[in-house]
């Protein structure tokens, strides 16, 4: 009789190898999430500074990205196309440079696109479950549309006297949080294979 491996035991098989090759790197882990929870503590005590170069970030990548389509327009035959990507193309690298050469300015527009996107989505999931409200355990999409609305209407109402530190609190959160998520990683690798060095 043919003898068939079950597919669960090869999926357990791949997870553990997985797991020991990640094991073998637990200290880069723990490196990496140290110096991104440091990072997140040095934007938090310079807080405006972090909202600045959140700004010039983004304002990099919008600039970058309006040089791609305005290079993506001049391949593309047909009119319609063309004007169609050389003008989102040209918005975008206008919006990034803009962002770059007057951050404050950037500031502002980035944190009221915010509290736009908070509100709107936290208001197309309180919909959706009011529509759903019936159903079981979508209570907590409402719950979370509605702590998303209010969000946006905070960040909204605190316009724009809050912009010039709400994208570098934003900033902090992030770093800190993915630092301490691959801090605890490291050592969660390193407590499951204690022969592994860095």
Not at 23 to 40: D, E, M, S, Y
Not at 67 to 74: G, S, T, V, Y
Not at 77 to 103: C, D, E, H, R, T
Not at 156 to 166: L, R
């Amino acid at each position: 009789m043919a003898n068939y491996d079950h597919p669960a035991t090869h999926h357990h098989d791949s997870l553990a190898a997985l797991l020991a090759r990640l094991g073998t790197q637990w200290g880069w882990f723990a490196v990496l999430g140290g110096v991104l929870l440091a990072l997140g503590l040095i934007a938090a005590v310079h807080i405006v500074v972090a909202t600045l170069v959140s700004v010039f970030y983004v304002g990099i990548v919008m600039m970058a990205g309006g040089i791609f389509q305005l290079m993506h327009a001049w391949r593309i035959k047909a009119w319609s196309s063309f004007v169609f990507w050389s003008m989102g193309g040209l918005l975008y690298a206008g919006a990034g440079i803009l962002a770059i050469i007057n951050p404050l300015a950037g500031a502002r527009i980035l944190t009221l696109l915010l509290g736009a996107v908070l509100t709107g989505a936290g208001a197309v999931r309180f919909w959706i479950w009011f529509r759903n409200r019936r159903h079981h355990q979508w209570q907590w999409l409402g719950l979370s549309g509605a702590i998303t609305f209010c969000a946006g209407l905070i960040v909204t109402a605190g316009w724009p006297g809050n912009s010039i530190w709400m994208l570098g609190l934003l900033l902090v959160f992030d770093l800190c949080i993915q630092g301490g998520s691959l801090l605890l990683l490291g050592f969660a690798l390193r407590r499951r294979h204690p022969q592994n060095t860095v």
